[in-house]
């Protein structure tokens, strides 16, 4: 808590995707101080071993709790969340918050079909953290994953609407919703942060291929709850910095597109 009796909340990712986290939870709370790291000069996390995630994941977090006086520490980080959990807990004295649990409880919530699609990055989708987290709460549910790892690099491009994006996703999604079990999915998990930006152009072409729509769910809302459960809603507006660990420039312009910021606000920081 800072001196007024705010919270402070520290939230990571390995680039401008976890912002869509942050965005959420800045819209919902607006009275908390947030602090965002990402780790721009080592993304993209999802083609890394388990091992170096987890390594990454825990020089970010302590490079966030480095002075103290942070609540709460959000994982913004499909990735991150897929494999560095248990360590972040075990070596950090601070409340951790994942973003698979909340995904998965998001999409068990709104399927119908029993068929939840999840796309997410190598890493994430090996891990099988969806799955996971989804018999955990209803077993007789069907989870089906997809790794679309190029999604990262279009994303930290700020191409959300481009031809080169929805030749990815028809490259990616084609072969995989005409499998005969997979076509079933109703409910899609956008498993990793930087693809809510995606969602128009996933609609488009998810419509081309199925002929109907699916219901797309992410993370940031859940989260976002998650933390008006635990922190009370106060007056005033909280402060919010921003961190990268490589170019700013670059931070500012692709970043801004998913949270808008102005340059006070920034700061290289190395690890
Ligand atoms: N935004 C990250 C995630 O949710 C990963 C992007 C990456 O570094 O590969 O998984």
Same mark, same amino acid.
């Given at each position: 808590?800072?001196?007024?009796?705010c919270?402070r909340?520290?939230?990571?990712? !390995?680039g401008?995707?976890?912002?869509?986290?942050?965005?959420? *939870?800045?819209? =919902?709370?607006?009275?908390?101080?947030?602090?965002f790291?990402?780790?721009t000069?080592?993304?993209?996390?999802?083609t890394?071993?388990a091992?170096?995630?987890? %390594?990454? =994941?825990? +020089?970010? #977090?302590?490079?966030?709790l480095?002075?103290?006086?942070?609540?709460?520490?959000?994982? &913004?980080?499909? @990735?991150?969340?897929?494999c560095?959990?248990?360590?972040?807990?075990?070596?950090?004295?601070?409340?951790?918050?994942?973003?698979?649990?909340p995904?998965?409880?998001? #999409?068990v919530?709104a @399927?119908?079909?029993?068929?939840?699609?999840?796309?997410?990055? /190598? %890493?994430?989708?090996?891990?099988?953290?969806?799955?996971? &987290?989804?018999? &955990?709460?209803?077993?007789?549910? *069907?989870?089906?994953?997809r790794?679309?790892p190029?999604?990262? !690099?279009?994303?930290?491009?700020?191409?959300?609407?481009?031809?080169?994006?929805d030749?990815?996703?028809?490259?990616?999604? +084609?072969?995989?919703?005409?499998?005969?079990q997979?076509?079933?999915?109703?409910?899609?998990v956008?498993?990793? @942060?930087?693809?809510? *930006?995606?969602?128009?152009?996933?609609? %488009? *072409?998810?419509?081309?291929?199925?002929?109907?729509?699916?219901?797309?769910?992410?993370? &940031?809302a859940?989260?976002?709850?998650?933390?008006?459960?635990?922190?009370a809603?106060?007056?005033? !507006?909280?402060q919010?910095?921003?961190?990268?660990?490589?170019s700013? /420039?670059?931070?500012? %312009?692709?970043?801004?597109?998913?949270?808008?910021m102005? @340059?006070s +606000?920034?700061a290289l920081?190395?690890?």
């Amino acid at each position: 808590m800072d001196a007024s009796g705010c919270a402070r909340i520290a939230v990571f990712d !390995s680039g401008v995707g976890g912002l869509t986290v942050l965005a959420a *939870v800045h819209a =919902a709370l607006p009275h908390l101080n947030l602090r965002f790291l990402g780790d721009t000069a080592r993304l993209p996390y999802g083609t890394k071993s388990a091992h170096t995630v987890e %390594r990454y =994941a825990l +020089q970010a #977090a302590q490079c966030l709790l480095r002075d103290g006086a942070v609540d709460a520490l959000v994982v &913004a980080c499909n @990735t991150a969340s897929s494999c560095a959990l248990p360590a972040l807990r075990a070596a950090l004295d601070v409340e951790v918050l994942g973003v698979i649990e909340p995904g998965a409880a998001a #999409a068990v919530a709104a @399927t119908r079909s029993g068929h939840i699609g999840v796309i997410g990055t /190598e %890493r994430t989708v090996a891990s099988g953290a969806y799955a996971q &987290a989804v018999a &955990a709460l209803d077993p007789q549910l *069907v989870v089906h994953a997809r790794a679309t790892p190029l999604l990262v !690099s279009l994303a930290e491009e700020g191409w959300f609407e481009h031809p080169a994006t929805d030749a990815a996703l028809r490259a990616y999604l +084609q072969p995989w919703l005409t499998d005969p079990q997979v076509r079933h999915i109703d409910t899609l998990v956008l498993g990793c @942060t930087h693809y809510p *930006v995606f969602a128009p152009a996933l609609h %488009r *072409v998810i419509g081309e291929l199925l002929g109907r729509s699916v219901t797309l769910v992410d993370s &940031a809302a859940p989260i976002a709850s998650e933390l008006a459960q635990r922190f009370a809603k106060s007056a005033g !507006s909280g402060q919010v910095q921003l961190y990268a660990t490589d170019s700013l /420039e670059r931070f500012a %312009r692709v970043g801004g597109l998913f949270f808008p910021m102005t @340059t006070s +606000q920034l700061a290289l920081i190395d690890l």
